[in-house]
């Protein structure tokens, strides 16, 4: 598949700009605003599957290979667990302590600003890869599971 | 109120085509119309969080499950249903409606929260002390990444080795399909 018309092609490359900044922007202020981790890490995915539609699957796998996908999949879960794991081994010793508000910001007022909340902001970053980076692999994997399965059966209509 | 029994009312007009159509095209949009209803649902309820999300996941989902169907040749359903599977899918819906009937009788009124009637719930605790204990202003965030950081875990463990199965198991298939194209 090469992808779509001309008229497609140049919508999509100014709006893939614009959708992966308000992913990051979701991502980023999951801890002041409506949002998080999850849907800021899915919208991250439509924007590359935008990109997959518009210009085809190849052009898609040129800026994000299968094989980084799945790495940033992987890196994503391990620092989340890391960060469960910080609050673990220093401090009160409990899965998923808030070590930095505790120990750090708990007393410097810091609410409604953008560094605050200790580890929910490492915790949204790190689910937001995760989920990015899946939910791409799942769109991409299945695209080209799709297209040999197209290629391989005889097709019934003409 | 009237705008949910609309709402209601278009999700449930949905649903049933989505069951009852032969289209699996038009079957697939129906599913993507509940969830957008259900995410304007969310939004009029005052939970934008829930809102974002469904409406985010619904649409990459749609587009996923449009593409698998129109990727096949056979996009129409044919031959009946079975017997025993229509028996035991009526025999089981009974069951969840009772239970349902139930349930529904002792929730609180639509729209109020549950924990409202229940005094000294962990919600209101979560409620008064969220942000001066975690420091986060969406009390949302606070809740799923900190107080119930666990069950997130839980989540990002399920999500992860559902991806890792899925990426397999395509990927042998592929594989295997090649090779049968190539003998």
């Known amino acids: 598949m090469k992808g779509m018309t001309i008229i497609v092609k140049t919508v999509s490359s100014w709006v893939k700009v614009l959708i992966f900044l308000f992913g990051i922007n979701i991502i980023l202020f999951g801890h002041l605003t409506p949002g998080g981790g999850f849907a800021g890490g899915v919208i991250l995915a439509a924007s590359y599957v935008l990109l997959m539609l518009a210009f085809g699957r190849d052009f898609a796998e040129k800026n994000l290979s299968l094989t980084a996908a799945s790495q940033l999949d992987c890196v994503g879960a391990l620092m989340f667990a890391a960060v469960a794991l910080v609050g673990l081994l220093y401090g009160a010793a409990s899965f998923f302590w808030n070590l930095i508000h505790q120990q750090y910001l708990a007393d410097k007022a810091t609410e409604f600003k953008l560094v605050s909340a200790g580890i929910i902001p490492l915790c949204n970053i790190a689910i937001g890869l995760k989920v990015g980076a899946s939910l791409f692999l799942v769109i991409l994997t299945l695209s080209i599971c799709c297209k040999d399965f197209k290629h391989s059966t005889p097709s019934t209509k003409e | 109120m009237a705008v949910f029994y609309i709402l209601l009312v278009f999700m449930l007009i949905a649903a049933i085509i989505a069951v009852e159509t032969d289209d699996l095209l038009s079957s697939v949009i129906c599913v993507g119309a509940v969830g957008v209803g259900g995410s304007i649902m969310f939004l009029l309820l005052r939970a934008p969080d829930i809102a974002i999300t469904q409406i985010v996941v619904e649409v990459l989902g749609l587009i996923i499950l449009i593409r698998a169907t129109i990727a096949r040749d056979l996009t129409f359903i044919t031959g009946d249903r079975e017997f025993f599977g229509l028996v035991v899918s009526i025999v089981i819906m009974f069951v ?12 609180s009124p639509f729209g109020t929260p549950v924990f409202s009637k229940v005094l ?5 605790t979560y409620i008064a002390e969220g942000l001066q204990k975690t420091g986060a202003a969406n009390i949302v965030a606070a809740i799923i990444l900190d107080y119930r950081g666990y069950d997130t875990l839980g989540e990002a463990t399920v999500l992860f080795t559902s991806i890792v199965g899925a990426t397999v198991m395509l990927r042998s298939k592929c594989r295997k399909s090649l090779e049968d194209k190539c003998q």
């Open chain 2, 96 to 107: 969840i409606f009772l239970a349902g009937v139930r349930v529904l009788g002792n929730l």
């Open chain 2, 120 to 124: 000294g719930a962990a919600s209101q």
